[in-house]
């Protein structure tokens, strides 16, 4: 019997998909206009810096889509420090250009605030297009059921109220403010329902993959690393 899973781990393949996910997502909020002012060259701006925090992730955590492609979700497993991407200054100044300064702040805002305990973190919730509210729930809560099974808490940075309120429905509470420039974003919390205060090893869990993923084309939603 064929079982639909609500979500898909993501492969290599997925990455140019995930990246303009979240470029789509990212480019019409305050925060993307900040980190690219140049709204013409915003997307590919931005979709290029995503790159390599999702390439990252796929070696140091997870990343899960809808099996339609619309939204997808980035982790990282942070059960110990894990190094920045290799040479992530070079790549982000080709990916960035004259805009190289604004990522790094915004690096630098969410590190000095990141939990020190062992946490799967929600680096990313991208879910753009008409139905962004429902595809974002959907995404956030078939990929938190994965990180469930691996019995660590999960952390999530919210920069809207509606992303707060998504992070409340699936059981997250506040934990801290973080000034970004002019912005500010929240960090979240999530208990898993089997965490017992131990730290878990770096283990996948068993995900069946489908043999294609449909890759529709790009359709707001963005929750950076």
Known sequence: ?????????????????????AAEAL???ALGAWLVPDEQHRPTVLAAVARIWIEHALLFGDAFLLPDGTAATVWFHRYRPIPPPARYTDRLAAASGAHQDRFLQLDRALAARRPTEPHNHLALLAAPGPAELGRAAAVL???QQWMDT?????YAEAFTDADRDLFRQHGYTHRDAIPVD????HSMWRL???WRGRSSRNVRSPVRRPHVLAHNSP???WALR
């Open 27 to 29: 480019s019409p909020t």
């Open 182 to 185: 002019d912005h500010t974003a």
């Open 141 to 143: 809560a078939g990929a």
């Open 150 to 154: 691996l019995s660590l808490p999960t």
């Open 219 to 221: 359709s707001n939603r």
């Open 1 to 21: 019997m064929n079982v639909t899973m609500p979500v898909v781990r993501a492969r290599w393949c997925d990455i140019a998909r995930i990246a303009d996910l």
């Open 192 to 194: 898993s329902p089997l």
